[in-house]
T-cell receptor, first 121, second 113 residues
């Protein structure tokens, strides 16, 4: 089946620094990727929709300048948490949607990465 | 816009008993429906999905769900649970164009011996 890989799986960074999380579709091209954030024991909140070659669409309440999303290729999207603070500590998950005509036998499913744990100290 | 309501935040059940996790959704457009499971400190795993066709959908690990359009529900069921089914279960809905997926708040299934 289709695989989405996130890296790093766990990262600890100092307050005030920036950290980048990568989301890669390993065996398909993803025209659209989504970034989610999950607080402990809470549900997943959609942060933004990332389309290859264009600016990301952010959900209401998500700071664009703090959570920079880049979707530079059909297999890679990155989320950069800038000037991280302890309250940014969370579990971040990406998902990817195969492009038109690709993996149609999958029934138009989107595929999730394993997630990345960010701890800001 | 879509929304998802999972009616139970926690469901305790004894091993080998049946279980139903409830999910209701609202949407002004046609949607796809999903159930995901998340084990502690892990990512999401797709249990099953409804895209079209038969309203009874069978998934992995013995789970099944039934899509009821009139009641806008997509309840998850398993006839006999195991200790290993203890996890967080998320119902999710996505529109059929952009595939933006919205998750419910989650239901913690706790299986007791």
């Amino acid at each position: 089946g289709a695989v989405v890989s996130q890296h790093p799986s766990r990262v600890i960074c100092k307050s005030g620094t920036s950290v980048k999380i990568e989301c890669r579709s390993l065996d398909f091209q993803a025209t659209t990727m989504f970034w989610y954030r999950q607080f402990p024991k809470k549900s997943l909140m959609l942060m933004a929709t990332s389309n290859e070659g264009s600016k990301a669409t952010y959900e209401q309440g998500v700071e664009k300048d703090k959570f920079l999303i880049n979707h530079a290729s059909l297999t890679l999207s990155t989320l950069t948490v800038t000037s991280a603070h302890p309250e940014d500590s969370s579990f971040y998950i990406c998902s990817a949607r195969p492009g038109q005509g690709i993996l149609t036998s999958s029934g138009n499913t989107i595929y999730f990465g394993e997630g990345s744990w960010l701890t800001v100290v | 816009a879509q929304s998802v309501t999972q009616l139970d935040s926690q469901v305790p059940v004894f091993e080998e008993a049946p279980v139903e996790l409830r999910c209701n959704y609202s949407s002004s457009v046609s949607v796809y429906l999903f159930w995901y499971v998340q084990y502690p400190n892990q990512g999401l795993q797709l249990l099953l999905k409804y895209l079209s066709g038969s309203t009874l959908v069978k998934g992995i690990n013995g789970f099944e769900a039934e899509f009821n359009k009139s009641q806008t529900s997509f309840h998850l069921r398993k006839p006999s649970v195991h200790i290993s089914d203890t996890a967080e279960y998320f119902c999710a809905v996505s529109d059929q164009r952009g595939f933006k997926t919205i998750f419910g708040a989650g239901t913690r299934l706790f299986v007791k011996a």
